[in-house]
Each structure stands twice: as C-alpha cells, then as structure tokens.
C-alpha cells in the first residue's frame, strides 16, 4: 500500500524566513515517484518537482530545494527566504511503477507573514 | 498551449438536480483523473482513464456518481441525483505515458455547491 504522511498541518513565518515542509511516504515498491504540488489561493494545482527513487541527489530550483532521503522515506521541501505569494497549500505526492495512481498527502497550509 | 479545461467553474444547485461536471485534457495525454477536493477528506481520486477506457473507479463514492470519456477530448462526471455532501471542489487532470512517473496536469477546478 502507498501512503504519504504531511504531518504538519499549518505552519506560519515571517516573511525572509526559511521554512520546510515535511513529507513521509510509506511504499513496498522499488520503483516510484514523489511529487510536490503548491496550491495557491487562487485553487489550481501546480507542479513543482518530481524525483524518481533511483536518484536521491537533492536539487535546487532558485528559493524551492528538496531534500530525499530513502534511507527515513522523506522527501523535504524547502523555501528559503520566504515571501508573501509562497503563501499556499503545498502537497507531496507518490506514485509508484506502473500504476498511474497519485497517492496525495492531506497538504500543509503555510502562511507568509508580511 | 491551452492547459486542462474545465466547466463550469461554479455551479449552484439545488438538491436532487443533476450535475454535470465537464473536462478537455491536455491534447495528447492518455491518461485522464477525476479529483474531489473538500476540507475533510482532502484530495481523493474519484476515477482514472487510460486511453478512454475506465481503469480504476474503486474513488466513485455511490452509484449517484458515474464519469464517461467518450473521446480522446473529452470527459464528464455526473452526480444524479446530488446531494448537499457533494459539495466540493471537483479536479480533473491528465498526463502522458504508463508507469505514474511523469506529473499529472490540473485544471482550475469546479466549485460545485448543492444546497
């Protein structure tokens, strides 16, 4: 069975601080992909990043990084020098080989304080 | 290129009516999700198509709720009669290829309201 555990809820931080967002997954399959989405206030989903379980090297997309680890199951998302519009619900997600099914963590809501 | 596309964007309606909920995926994927989003349950998938074709509908909540993809363009979800706990956010989203590893692609979502 897939699960995705995002065991914070909500967080809230002050605008220019480093925030992380946790995100656990449980999984018996070899192959599988981990996603994060942010959900902005407007209400779409958007893709942010996808890593495969062969490849654990960490990436770094301007402010946004990500950190997994097979060896405790996370893959961690970073915001570094937060700002207002990172302000949104943001999602982890797995999906495992060949299923097409994304299984979705329940979303950690996280708030920018101007 | 037009992302999802998804109608309406809002619907009010009254319990008992039928509901029609539409999606136009992303030209070329072959796989299409039906989502529901609500406070409680979070993100659930409702029903998935793989090349029109129903693959998984193990998410449909009761038999008030069936989904069709009639062609590569198109596909609707169907809730009749509704219900006020219906009420939710309904996502559809499509992407390409076997195996779950490339992102699925969302529209913007109908916020569906049963009174």
């Known amino acids: 069975a897939q699960k995705v555990t995002q065991a914070q809820t909500e967080i809230s931080v002050v605008e220019k601080e480093d925030v992380t967002l946790d995100c656990v997954y449980e999984?018996?399959?070899?192959?599988?992909?981990l996603f994060w989405y942010k959900q902005p206030p407007s209400g779409e989903l958007v893709f942010l990043i996808r890593r495969n379980s062969f490849d654990e090297q960490n990436e770094i997309s301007g402010r946004y990084s990500w950190n997994f680890q097979k060896s405790t199951s996370s893959f961690n998302f970073t915001i570094t020098a937060s700002q207002v519009v990172d302000s949104a619900v943001y999602f982890c997600?797995?999906?495992?080989?060949?299923?097409?099914?994304?299984?979705f963590g329940t979303g950690t809501s996280l708030t920018v304080i101007p | 290129d037009a992302g999802v596309i998804q109608s309406p964007r809002h619907e009010v309606t009254e319990m008992g009516q039928e509901v029609t909920l539409r999606c136009k995926p992303i030209?070329?994927?072959?796989?299409l999700f039906w989502y529901r989003q609500t406070m409680m349950r979070g993100l659930e998938l409702l029903i998935y198509?793989?090349?029109?074709?129903?693959?998984?509908d193990s998410g449909m909540p009761e038999d008030r709720f069936s989904a069709k993809m009639p062609n590569a363009s198109f596909s609707t979800l169907k809730i009749q009669p509704s219900e006020p706990r219906d009420s939710a956010v309904y996502f559809c989203?499509?992407?390409f290829g076997r195996g779950g590893h490339n992102e699925q692609f969302f529209g913007p979502g109908t916020r569906l309201t049963v009174l």
């Open positions: 030209s070329g994927h072959d796989y």
């Open positions: 198509f793989n090349n029109n074709v129903p693959i998984d």
């Open positions: 997600a797995l999906s495992a080989w060949p299923g097409n099914q994304f299984y």
């Open positions: 999984t018996r399959d070899t192959t599988y992909y």
């Open positions: 989203a499509s992407s």
